[in-house]
């Protein structure tokens, strides 16, 4: 089956169908909703990949849902350096049930930082939805509220996740090629 657009040079194959992904984000908000027994649910997302699955994961939840966004720059293995905010949050989020929306969750690093922080501003709990978990990778230990697809170490594009900035727009995910990743 030929994916729809067609599968990039760069990549070997499809890993997540579109199909596959939007299943997987109702079943994800349909327990969202459900576990947070009617109360309004903050979701926040990290710039810039997080927004595909935000934008779906909001619409698949009956239930009241505020939208929130943060960047921070990017972690960069093995040299070192903090992780910074450089967009904070519009909406206090004292006292509310936030829910941290992530597109991938590799090393954990940049996640574990975004969590201290949203614990240190006073929200009644914070949780974290990944739609793409990468254990393989982990480094710092944070904990998954919810899960979409556990998957394999390899690099990744399409659905929000990116090679330099390309790809995020692909309705699916699909596995670069080795010689696209390290040339």
Do not use: W
Request: glycine share 10%; charged share 25%; proline share 5%.
């Amino acid at each position: 089956m030929i994916p729809d657009p067609p599968l990039p040079p760069e990549c070997s194959r499809v890993v997540a169908t579109s199909a596959q992904i939007a299943t997987r984000v109702a079943e994800l908000g349909a327990r969202l909703a459900h576990d947070g027994g009617g109360d309004t649910v903050r979701l926040v997302t990290v710039l810039r990949g997080g927004v595909f699955f935000l934008a779906d994961l909001c619409r698949a939840m009956e239930c009241d849902v505020r939208l929130d966004f943060m960047a921070v720059a990017q972690y960069v293995p093995g040299q070192g350096g903090a992780v910074r905010v450089t967009k904070d949050l519009d909406d206090d989020i004292e006292g509310a049930r936030v829910v941290l929306v992530e597109d991938i969750v590799d090393t954990g690093l940049t996640v574990n930082y975004v969590l201290g922080l949203l614990n240190a501003r006073g929200a009644a709990s914070v949780e974290v939805c990944a739609l793409f978990d990468k254990p393989a990778r982990r480094i710092a230990d944070v904990p998954l509220a919810y899960r979409g697809f556990e998957l394999s170490d390899r690099f990744l594009v399409g659905y929000g996740l990116d090679l330099g900035g390309r790809y995020r727009n692909l309705p699916y995910v699909a596995e670069l090629r080795d010689e696209a990743v390290y040339g």
